[in-house]
């Protein structure tokens, strides 16, 4: 068993060399890596709709009109999804902005139809995250979606103490694993190698997490992926 | 003539209250920010996608198909160009990449086919920009053609001294301005009052250009705005 205690730099004990500090992205880095990533995203739905239109408006390909209609109704469909969840996963909005559980259920359950893994999240609708938290969640949700690529099962579970909120996903399935990029993110480290579009996003989560005073923790077994976050009340 | 001089922290002289440095976003939120405003711009054209396939799918709205075809055609368009706009301008690339005037004008181009303002690009097609330069250039001709509201033309040049790279941006039209936030942006200061999705990009170009270890000016005249940007070479 691989645990992996991945704790903030005020909290942790910071023996990384001087070297790795400085390869962690500026501000401004931190932002254009988010920009690029969404980018990537979302240009693939969006050139489905213009090839959806092409066909749509080619006389030759009348008899592909409904497969037009279709691609261009699924690509938009993909594209309000992904701009939902970058909302709360990246975007700002008023601090003073909370979400209800069964909001966050509906916009990860939609961006989860688009993964082979099914999510089963296990919250009760009436539950209110507030900024931090939801953002954390949505990030965690993706992640541990992403880390089931041939399915199975990502669960989401959040309790509370008096000090703290406690965000779990548990992803059970064949060959559930992280890439070396997205522990390296989770972890608060810069990426050595590999893709920055795969590193980006759990970098951001740990960054999310930081910023909240939190810590993370990440359990790797066969089959199974584990990861916590604690985040604590103001 | 209101003539802003605008340095960068480690050229100008930053007697700043500690408050007023306090409020700048830190790395996070000039992420989160800048997420907010990408997502702001995408959804309306997605949304109008959406409203298009319904009125294609409506039994009762036949009549209406080609009115339908043409709001998914100009939406879809919409938002190439800006995902285009928003890779170069915000977006992470390999710090290799270079793009040749005649690309920047075309993605600004179609950005301005959005705007009143005329565009007047007065670069050689064959000159290349290297990332930060274009990045710059990018923000600046937006921020230039948004300062003219009822129309007129942003004319935008480059420069270059043995020492640096200039970029100027002339926007010449009816009630040509900058709103309080943009110019709060541009000036590096933090939001005080009104929209931050109107302050944001004027504050990352702001932060692009201090990145690059370059200057920003600001001229105001009535129906004139000038914008100076001189990045050195490295």
């Known amino acids: 068993m691989d645990d992996l205690s991945l704790t903030t730099p005020e ?3 910071e023996t990384e060399t001087p070297a790795k500090v400085a390869a962690l992205p500026n501000p401004h880095e931190l932002a254009t890596q988010l920009v690029a990533k969404l980018c990537h995203d979302f240009i693939s739905p969006t050139g489905a709709i213009i090839s959806g239109l092409d066909l749509l ?3 030759s390909a009348q008899d592909m009109r409904d497969d037009a209609v279709n691609l261009i109704q699924t690509s938009a469909t993909k594209l309000v999804t992904l701009v939902h969840f970058a909302r709360v996963a990246f975007g700002a909005a008023t601090s003073a902005e909370a979400f209800s559980a069964k909001e966050l259920n509906k916009t990860l359950s939609d961006v989860f139809s688009t993964m082979r893994a099914t999510l089963a999240f296990d919250v009760a609708d009436e539950v209110v995250f507030e900024k931090p938290a939801a953002r954390a969640l949505m990030n965690l949700g993706y992640i541990a979606g992403n880390a089931l690529p041939t399915g199975g099962t990502a669960t989401l579970r959040r309790e509370e103490t008096d000090e703290a909120i406690i965000l779990t996903a548990q992803s059970n399935g064949p060959r559930a694993r992280l890439k070396p990029e997205a522990v390296e993110g989770l972890n608060g480290q ?3 190698d ?11 989560l740990h960054s999310v997490v930081q910023e909240a005073g939190g810590t993370l923790a990440v359990t790797l077994e066969p089959d199974s992926l584990g990861i916590k976050i604690v985040l604590p009340k103001k």
């Not at 590999?194 to 970098?203: A, K, N, R, T």
């Open 190 to 192: 810069p990426l050595s």
């Open 194 to 204: 590999g893709l920055s579009g795969q590193w980006i996003q759990p970098f951001w």
């Open 11 to 13: 909290q942790g004990s």
């Open 57 to 59: 408006s080619d006389p």
